[in-house]
């Protein structure tokens, strides 16, 4: 086989269908990042004042929904007086706002997560894609000649 020639078998078929996830992965990554980082935009939600970082920025991207939860929590902090909301009596009047932070900050840190896993799937996809071009391109290398002699004796 020259290597021009097309590749035939299974593994040219295999790299093709890795391409084919790669690509599929690398959308969904990227079109599940869109999608989370506009949902969480519609919130409209403004990092603090006293955040360390990203002050005063709209939150949708991972970074700033992280800046944005760890003010949440040294504010239920704050009000705790350095209890968690478990730790809080029933009767303590702070309990429900505590609550209601820790609720806030766990969604702002599930949207980080789902940033993450949105990125990885994408990476994902682009090796994937990588590998099966690679495949495809190891199917066009002829075989050596000393191979070939030997196969037919």
């Not at 020259?2 to 690398?26: D, K, Y």
């Not at 403004?46 to 939860?69: C, K, L």
């Not at 949207?111 to 799937?121: C, I, M, P, R, W």
Request: proline share 4%; glycine share 8%; no cysteine.
């Amino acid at each position: 086989m020259t290597a021009s020639a097309r590749p035939t078998g299974a593994v040219p078929l295999l790299g093709l269908l890795v391409i084919i996830a790669g690509a599929v992965l690398f959308v969904a990554g990227v079109v599940t990042y869109s999608i989370v980082g506009s949902t969480l935009s519609d919130q409209k939600i403004t990092v603090s004042d006293d955040a360390a970082y990203f002050a005063g920025q709209h939150v949708n991207q991972p970074w700033e929904a992280y800046a944005e939860a760890m003010v949440i929590a040294d504010h239920a902090s704050e009000m705790a007086d350095g209890k968690t909301y478990a730790e809080l009596a029933r009767d303590d009047p702070e309990r429900e706002s505590v609550m209601n932070a820790s609720f806030l900050q766990a969604s702002l840190f599930t949207s980080v997560v789902a940033f993450g896993v949105a990125a990885l799937t994408a990476g994902l996809g682009i090796l994937l894609a990588l590998i099966g071009y690679s495949l495809r391109r190891l199917a066009r290398v002829p075989e050596p000649a000393e191979a070939r002699t030997a196969t037919s004796a």
